[in-house]
């Protein structure tokens, strides 16, 4: 893990609130809260519901983008523009073992068919550091 990497970890390295935005069906961008965790080679993961509207539009262009990070500058603090493609699982073993006990408030259980995990694969990752206007790029070496 290069520098750069390391700083972004260290933004994307625990459970957050995060600005998730889709594209609707009139081509307009929508943007809506989301709780990502994301693993050590950045891929973002969220639960939602199935007949969630971000579902569709991301069922329908899987180009996303996510900022996270200090949401609330101005204290020095780093933050992230993340460009992805989603996928959205279905699948229930994978399921399973993303499932989180609080989830329950909205779905019935892992084997519930209205919840689905999406994953948010980067393939560009702006750090926004303290003290400059200019951001820092990382890239995935696997576009597309």
């Not at 929508?30 to 639960?47: G, H, K, M, S």
């Not at 500058?73 to 609080?102: H, T, V």
């Not at 408030?105 to 892992?110: A, D, L, Q, V």
Request: aromatic share 12%; glycine share 8%.
């Amino acid at each position: 893990m290069n520098e750069l990497e390391a700083r972004i970890w260290r933004i994307l390295g625990h459970r957050q609130t995060a600005a998730l935005a889709t594209i609707t069906a009139t081509g307009a961008p929508w943007v809506r809260y989301v709780t990502i965790e994301a693993d050590p080679n950045f891929t973002l993961r969220f639960c939602t519901s199935r007949s969630s509207r971000k579902t569709g539009e991301i069922a329908a262009n899987p180009d996303v983008h996510v900022a996270c990070g200090n949401l609330q500058p101005p204290d020095d603090s780093a933050f992230l523009q993340i460009a992805g493609r989603a996928e959205i699982c279905r699948e229930g073993k994978i399921k399973a073992g993303y499932w989180k006990e609080e989830w329950r408030r909205y779905f019935k259980g892992p084997d519930d068919p209205d919840y689905v995990m999406v994953f948010v694969r980067p393939t560009r990752i702006e750090y926004n550091g303290p003290g400059s206007f200019l951001a820092e790029v990382w890239e995935s070496k696997y576009q597309g």
